[in-house]
């Protein structure tokens, strides 16, 4: 069944900001089709109207749209941000002896709020209870009803202390759940960042997180959300957004501050202590500012904030191959290919320049574009595998599927760990309908990820946005819908 996929795209931004492009569009592709079926439309205009007029089923689709991707203790020096910095100058400045007010915004299924709450109680003892008041918010009423029950996975613990984990969870199966004392100090909220209201247990709060969640939105939706969230936020309050996001997230709604070498937002008077940055490179032009001597200014410690690639270039070029990459992640397409442009200028050929540039293009639909710049990589480094992804994504989408099987074979032939293609095999196997050869390689998949070390699947420039743990619920589903068995590790639900 071929969906059209431009009205569902539309409601859905129109109600709740998300963009579904690339890869969105065959998650978007794969829910819709399961949605029909269940909800029993006759055909799509059925199940559109279905939607429109039903607050219910847009809950239940969007309830399997959103990515659920987190853990305990993510970033946790922004936590560490928190309880050092943050909370103690806002309990110094606190007069009327109310609690501090803390939002987890798009919460997922709550590790973050309950991360927050035990960073704080490690610091804070019992105070907790009275110092401070904890709220998370989602869209996702079905990942809200998991973090209210307080039972998490092994997924959910990477990189978290045995001692923690024995301190504030206790054994239940194959699962944890969380404490009490820590449970029953975070209230839930249904949140949908682009209303235009929220309710009055949603404002006023002293620092809103808000993190790896501005991605899944452009440019000029997420300066509705600052908006609203700085809105929600007191006049002396804080906005902690992802590491990674910061820069995309600079949209003059509120004022950019640099903390011991990490970034926030302010809202009202800065803080005497926190210097707002002014970095060696302009941020209006997105090239490097002019320095006192020949010299560039910066070090690498300086940007190590915007994380670095593999890619070996000359500091100058490197900079503005990382910084392009990084806006391709957080879906700002306009500046990463004026970076990229200009980068070009300097170094013609270059082949992971050329590769994040055929990559907003494959996303912008121009696949002749997108394609001559891959195989124009391929001329540098014949077993690219980032090239080989990107033509076969290419095929695949404008419905080529026996030349998208071409390139996805050869990127598994060059890496037999390159599980994102070995998934688009399964998918375009499955659609062919050769159920034994996307049972085989939706399992492959699944061993993959289920490995304690998850193994380097060779792309080093194309930003896929493939969370494991979506990845590996889409295999588990296809596979139980082909009658195939997958397999699970011990202590996995």
């Not at 569902?8 to 890869?23: A, M, S, T, W």
């Not at 936590?79 to 609690?99: C, F, I, S």
């Not at 560039?296 to 300086?302: K, Q, V």
């Not at 540098?380 to 099987?405: H, M, N, R, T, Y």
């Amino acid at each position: 069944m071929t969906l059209d996929l431009d009205p569902y795209k539309d409601l859905i931004k129109q109600r709740c900001g998300l963009v579904l492009e690339g890869n969105g569009e065959d998650k978007l592709t794969t829910v819709l089709a399961q949605r029909i079926g269940v909800t029993k439309s006759g055909n799509s205009a059925e199940y559109f109207h279905r939607l429109q007029s039903s607050k219910d089923e847009f809950q239940d689709l969007v309830n399997l749209l959103t990515i659920n991707e987190t853990y305990f203790f993510r970033e946790s020096e922004q936590l560490r941000l928190l309880t050092e910095r943050l909370v103690p100058r806002l309990l110094r400045q606190r007069a009327d002896g109310q609690p501090l007010r803390i939002l987890s915004a798009g919460c997922s299924s709550g590790e973050e709020p309950y991360s927050i709450v035990m960073s704080l109680r490690e610091k804070y003892g019992d105070d907790v209870s009275h110092l401070f008041s904890f709220s998370g918010g989602d869209i996702d009423t079905q990942a809200l009803a998991k973090a209210r029950s307080g039972r998490f996975s092994e997924f959910s613990f990477r990189g978290v202390g045995e001692h923690i984990k024995a301190r504030y969870f206790e054994h239940d199966g194959w699962n944890y759940r969380l404490k009490d004392e820590i449970r029953e100090r975070v209230e839930f909220h249904e949140m949908n960042l682009f209303a235009e209201t929220f309710p009055a247990a949603l404002h006023d709060f002293d620092i809103i997180f808000f993190r790896n969640v501005s991605i899944y939105f452009d440019t000029p939706t997420r300066r509705i959300i600052q908006k609203n969230l700085a809105a929600l936020l007191k006049d002396q309050g804080y906005l902690v957004i992802g590491t990674a996001e910061t820069l995309a997230n600079d949209l003059g709604v509120l004022a950019l501050v640099e903390e011991d070498g990490l970034f926030y937002f302010a809202k009202g008077q800065l803080p005497a202590t926190a210097a707002v940055p002014r970095p060696a490179f302009d941020f209006e032009r997105h090239v490097p500012a002019p320095a006192a001597s020949p010299e560039p200014s910066w070090t690498w410690s300086d940007l190590s904030v915007y994380g670095s690639s593999a890619v070996h270039l000359p500091v100058v070029e490197q900079f503005s191959f990382d910084l392009a990459r990084k806006y391709c992640e957080e879906k700002c397409h306009d500046e990463a290919l004026e970076m990229l442009t200009r980068l070009l200028k300097h170094t013609p050929g270059d082949a992971h320049a050329l590769l994040l540039q055929a990559h907003i293009q494959l996303n912008r639909k121009e696949f002749k574009r997108a394609e001559a710049g891959a195989r124009q990589a391929l001329q540098s480094d014949p077993w690219s595998i980032d090239a080989f992804v990107l033509l076969g994504l290419a095929a695949k989408w404008q419905e080529l599927s026996e030349e998208a099987v071409r390139w996805f074979k050869q990127a598994v032939y060059a890496r037999h760990e390159c599980w994102p293609a070995r998934y688009y095999l399964a998918d375009l196997y499955r659609a062919g309908g050769e159920a034994d050869k996307a049972q085989r390689e939706y399992r492959g998949v699944l061993q993959l990820l289920s490995l304690p070390m998850v193994p380097d699947h060779g792309i080093k420039v194309l930003p896929l946005g493939l969370p494991h743990a979506e990845l590996r619920f889409l295999c588990e589903h296809q596979l139980g819908k082909l009658g195939g068995t997958p397999q699970r590790l011990a202590g996995r639900k």
